[in-house]
């Protein structure tokens, strides 16, 4: 063992320390190539006698050409009127992310906070949570964020990560296509056809924290312009331990398979068909209530036990002249069981959308929706749902128009999405967007939008008995006796409301580097608020308990900025900085004299947060990407949670035609630092991330 | 299995924690800075493999590609290939598309904003977001004899004639015969062979 110990040591030191002495003469010699292509297309220009390996070629030939990903196209958002940024493939692959979560550290603007292994806390221009609720995040199409806290289990959320052809990101409200909840921002990811995944893929890796995550996924044609895949993937990260804390139990398994198929039935007509099933376990130290004598809140640790799947069907169809229909169905099922708290939810969702462009210059896109949610709860201790099964129905219609005038160098969008809900009844999220070209390689781009989130199934009905306080705590006055503190949903809860302001600018400064700037004014009304009453209420199991109600009664406003620029000096190196700044004043009606723990959301989300990136091509088979990132401190819940500044390295190795071998090392700065706290809302005990490192080996054919 | 699962996980783990994090940190700083290389004006514009061989795709259709009687005014007519709308090839694919020979032609190449009726292009790359501006291209070049290339799902739908794709990392390619039979513009029969589908 200690051979293999000192073998994979040596390895990894040998490589890492190769890739920063190799860039020295071999570079030098390749990058003298560019030169010599520049110099002689000038020639071209003049004589018109260039020899291009490409034109020489016949079509058969061309055809077998392998494209990489043209990052530049994906990536090509200057005509978004709106902060968009899109993660492509290869930004994916060559971070060394092993899940979403980690991959969407690189997307300007995103906070992603780890609270332990498998919970994460992500948002977008603030109020970070375990339960964060302003954001909407959809997989192909699918929403996977829970009406039960209208947030996202991120434990879940997986796939083949090679798989998964890009991730958008909007930055600011998306209500008027996306619906409800999009308040700050939309996280699309969206997978490849199965006519991009053909052939087999297999992956393993491993490492100190990743405990082996394994990969299979096989593509085949299996008609005329009829393509499927088929794929299983298990992953297992290994709980924390370290003197921090010393019982870190936040391990995390999780099995999953599933399969795609795409078909081109006609030339106007495709199908899309998906679905996927999952497993798997985590564990936590939550915290516990006791009811005897010494009346204290217990730590234990926790299981949660999780399974589901969902199957989409989409039909797509042109129509001829640019119009086309969409219609979309699919089925989601959730089964969660941790601490005695059990929910199962189903979901069925129908989608319809219209293009149509009206005359030469506006495109008219329209659609409807409906959302059936049915849910059965079995309650805990801890967590009282009332009534334990309910059902929600959604329906839902959006109409947006998008009209380029001055030759195209004005671009002018207006809509609006209706929602009608068993909860809120009617909201209408409209907005209006423009997006002006004054010269060639600059966009100015701005928005007014209203936003709304609808309140959560446990906003309006459930009861937390969050802890004990024994008897010494209670006021003056009342006769000793321990206490329950109870937080308590009502159906009188409003919906949260947003008016946001957006202005942005996306210069191309020269060839190379591209800056995109975006700044933003969020005026938020009737937050939710958790107050304490004033009075105590009988408790059976205690004698007394004290009770903080949902209500809408908190106000304030969000303002702050995000940049990114990509420097893309060559093809072999790109840098890639992000920046972003955030401020949020949050204030309670004056109605209200005791303090809320929402207020704490002003302070939970970090004011300064940036991070750098460079991707390098080494040589034809070596490529190393480094990423620095540095984050502010804040505070969760009163316990601060230093800045820190931490880097992943990883370098990958293509010996041969379809293997890559990977090193990765990450948070490599620091043994280990806390990036989120323990939420108010039972997210269990936080653990910090440590420095890690993992080998992993992919094989496709 | 690649490494066993204990082994790795200690062995990896103590690596780390063995170094220590000024020398961490020092690598990380040290990737980003030393590797960066010198900034030499002559890197700018490589262009993507992509749209190098997408090039070469829109130059081999001018060869299997014809065009009615009385299109070229004589022999020595120069064919125009001209870039419709965006520009997704940049300027050292320009000058790789001018000045070759197809069909005893030479090439000549026009970067067009908008298409006017006498811009006299032959063939045009089309491209443009999906929207409204993708529609009024496609809407001012119909009814012309002129052969559309494009790579977009916009550009197929408003009857774009060859729409080139990447399926699984590999060009292919679409062509409708029936706008392109509208205006009189024939395919040769190999280069109908090898599209993915044709449209009739």
């Given at each position: 063992m200690k051979i293999q110990q000192q073998c994979f040591a040596t390895v990894f030191c040998a490589l890492a320390f190769l890739s920063l002495a190799a860039p020295g003469p071999s570079l030098a010699n390749e990058q003298a190539q560019p030169a010599q292509v520049a110099a002689a297309i000038q020639v071209a220009g003049a004589r018109g006698l260039v020899p291009s390996r490409y034109l020489e070629l016949n079509l058969q030939e061309l055809m077998d050409i392998e494209i990489t990903t043209a990052a530049k196209k994906a990536r090509k958002l200057s005509d978004s009127s709106a902060a968009a940024y899109v993660l492509t493939e290869d930004d994916i692959r060559r971070s060394g992310a092993t899940s979403i979560m980690d991959a969407l550290r690189l997307v300007p603007g995103?906070?992603?906070?780890?609270?332990?292994?498998?919970?994460?806390?992500?948002?977008?221009?603030?109020?970070?949570?375990?339960?964060?609720?302003?954001?909407?995040?959809?997989?192909?199409?699918?929403?996977?964020?829970?009406?039960?806290?209208?947030?996202t289990y991120w434990d879940v959320q997986d796939t083949v990560l090679e798989d998964i052809e890009r991730i958008e990101v909007v930055r600011g409200p998306g209500g008027t296509l996306w619906g409800a909840n999009a308040v700050n921002g939309v996280i699309n990811i969206i997978t490849k056809r199965a006519q991009d995944t053909q052939g087999t893929l297999i992956s393993a890796l491993g490492g100190n924290e990743e405990q082996g995550t394994f990969v299979v996924r096989h593509g085949?044609?299996?008609?005329?312009?009829?393509?499927?895949?088929?794929?299983?993937?298990?992953?297992?990260?290994?709980?924390?331990?370290?003197?921090?804390?010393?019982?870190?139990?936040?391990?995390?398994?999780?099995?999953?398979?599933?399969?795609?198929?795409?078909?081109?039935?006609?030339?106007?007509?495709?199908?899309?068909?998906?679905?996927?099933?999952?497993?798997?376990?985590?564990?936590?130290?939550?915290?516990?209530?006791?009811?005897?004598?010494?009346?204290?809140?217990?730590?234990?640790?926790?299981?949660?036990?999780?399974?589901?799947?969902?199957?989409?069907?989409?039909?797509?169809?042109?129509?001829?002249?640019?119009?086309?229909?969409?219609?979309?169905?699919?089925?989601?099922?959730?089964?969660?069981?941790?601490?005695?708290?059990?929910?199962?939810?189903?979901?069925?969702?129908?989608?319809?959308?219209?293009?149509?462009?009206?005359?030469?210059?506006?495109?008219?896109?329209?659609?409807?929706?409906?959302?059936?949610?049915?849910?059965?709860?079995?309650?805990?201790?801890?967590?009282?749902?009332?009534?334990?099964?309910?059902?929600?129905?959604?329906?839902?219609?959006?109409?947006?128009?998008?009209?380029?005038?001055?030759?195209?160098?004005?671009?002018?969008?207006?809509?609006?999405?209706?929602?009608?809900?068993?909860?809120?009844?009617?909201?209408?999220?409209?907005?209006?967007?423009?997006?002006?070209?004054?010269?060639?390689?600059?966009?100015?781009?701005?928005?007014?939008?209203?936003?709304?989130?609808?309140?959560?199934?446990?906003?309006?009905?459930?009861?937390?008995?969050?802890?004990?306080?024994?008897?010494?705590?209670?006021?003056?006055?009342?006769?000793?006796?321990?206490?329950?503190?109870?937080?308590?949903?009502?159906?009188?809860?409003?919906?949260?409301?947003?008016?946001?302001?957006?202005?942005?600018?996306?210069?191309q400064l020269s060839d190379t580097v591209s800056l995109d700037i975006a700044g933003f004014y969020n005026d938020y009304d009737t937050l939710r608020a958790v107050v304490q009453r004033s009075s105590f209420e009988a408790d059976p199991r205690l004698g007394i308990a004290i009770v903080a109600d949902a209500t809408n009664k908190m106000e304030g406003e969000g303002y702050g900025g995000e940049l990114s620029a990509d420097w893309v000096p060559s093809q072999r190196t790109q840098f890639r900085l992000g920046y972003s700044f955030l401020r949020l004043n949050l204030r309670l009606d004056p109605s209200v004299t005791v303090a809320s723990i929402d207020e704490g959301f002003e302070d939970a989300s970090p004011r300064n947060r940036a991070f750098m990136r460079g991707l390098f091509q080494l040589s034809?088979?070596?490529?190393?990407?480094?990423?620095?990132?540095?984050?502010?401190?804040?505070?969760?819940?009163?316990?601060?949670?230093?800045?820190?500044?931490?880097?992943?390295?990883?370098?990958?190795?293509?010996?041969?035609d379809g293997l890559e071998i990977a090193l990765v090392g990450r948070n490599l700065t620091e043994n280990e630092h806390f990036e989120f706290g323990e939420s108010a809302f039972a997210s269990g005990q936080a653990t910090p991330v440590e420095r890690s490192g993992y080998l992993m080996v992919t094989w496709e054919r | 299995m690649l490494i066993g699962r204990q082994h790795s996980s200690r062995c990896a783990g103590r690596l780390f924690f063995r170094l220590r994090p000024a020398v961490a940190s020092m690598i990380v700083t040290c990737a980003m800075l030393c590797t960066s290389p010198p900034p030499t004006h002559a890197q700018v514009g490589e262009p993507d493999i992509e749209y190098q061989v997408k090039a070469a795709f829109l130059y081999n259709f001018a060869k299997f590609v014809a065009w009615p009687d009385g299109t070229f005014a004589s022999k020595t007519e120069p064919l125009a290939l001209c870039i419709v709308g965006d520009d997704p090839f940049g300027?050292?694919?320009?000058?790789?598309?001018?000045?070759?020979?197809?069909?005893?032609?030479?090439?000549?190449?026009?970067?067009?904003?908008?298409?006017?009726?006498?811009?006299?292009?032959?063939?045009?790359?089309?491209?443009?977001?999906?929207?409204?501006?993708?529609?009024?291209?496609?809407?001012?070049?119909?009814?012309?004899?002129?052969?559309?290339?494009?790579?977009?799902?916009?550009?197929a739908a408003n009857g774009g004639m060859v729409r080139l794709l990447i399926e699984n990392k590999k060009t292919r390619f679409d062509i409708n015969t029936h706008s392109a039979g509208l205006v009189g513009i024939t395919f040769n029969s190999q280069l109908l062979s090898l599209a993915r589908r044709v449209r009739e």
């Open positions: 995103v906070e992603v906070a780890a609270i332990n292994r498998h919970t994460y806390a992500i948002t977008i221009r603030g109020f970070n949570d375990r339960f964060a609720n302003k954001l909407l995040v959809l997989i192909d199409g699918r929403s996977v964020y829970t009406p039960l806290f209208a947030g085949a044609k299996i008609g005329d312009n009829a393509y499927m895949r088929v794929y299983a993937k298990s992953l297992e990260r290994e709980g924390f331990e370290g003197p921090t804390v010393p019982i870190g139990d936040d391990q995390w398994r999780n099995v999953r398979g599933g399969g795609r198929l795409d078909w081109e039935a006609s030339e106007t007509d495709s199908l899309t068909v998906q679905g996927e099933y999952y497993d798997g376990q985590s564990f936590a130290r939550q915290v516990e209530p006791t009811l005897s004598a010494p009346f204290t809140t217990g730590r234990f640790r926790a299981e949660t036990d999780f399974a589901g799947g969902n199957i989409l069907g989409r039909w797509k169809h042109l129509l001829g002249g640019g119009e086309q229909t969409e219609l979309q169905v699919y089925y989601d099922r959730v089964d969660r069981q941790a601490n005695n708290f059990n929910q199962y939810r189903n979901t069925i969702d129908i989608a319809f959308q219209h293009d149509l462009p009206i005359g030469d210059n506006s495109e008219l896109i329209w659609g409807l929706g409906y959302r059936y949610v049915n849910d059965q709860h079995s309650n805990s201790i801890v967590f009282t749902l009332t009534p334990p099964d309910d059902t929600v129905n959604v329906f839902s219609a959006f109409i947006q128009d998008e009209t380029s005038l001055l030759d195209d160098r004005l671009v002018l969008t207006l809509g609006s999405k209706f929602e009608q809900t068993d909860y809120t009844g009617f909201e209408a999220q409209p907005t209006a967007r423009f997006l002006f070209k004054p010269a060639d390689r600059h966009t100015i781009w701005g928005a007014v939008s209203r936003a709304v989130r609808s309140p959560s199934r446990v906003e309006n009905d459930i009861e937390i008995f969050s802890r004990v306080l024994p008897t010494n705590a209670l006021a003056p006055g009342v006769p000793p006796s321990p206490a329950a503190v109870l937080l308590r949903g009502n159906r009188d809860v409003d919906s949260e409301e947003l008016l946001a302001l957006e202005l942005g600018y996306r210069p034809a088979d070596l490529e190393l990407n480094a990423t620095l990132r540095w984050v502010d401190g804040f505070s969760v819940n009163g316990t601060r949670v230093a800045s820190y500044f931490t880097g992943d390295l990883r370098l990958g190795w293509l010996p041969v | 300027e050292p694919l320009h000058a790789v598309l001018a000045g070759r020979k197809a069909h005893g032609r030479l090439t000549l190449l026009k970067i067009l904003e908008e298409p006017t009726n006498d811009d006299g292009c032959h063939i045009a790359f089309v491209s443009a977001p999906d929207g409204p501006r993708m529609a009024r291209l496609m809407q001012r070049l119909k009814g012309r004899t002129v052969l559309t290339v494009g790579d977009s799902e916009a550009f």
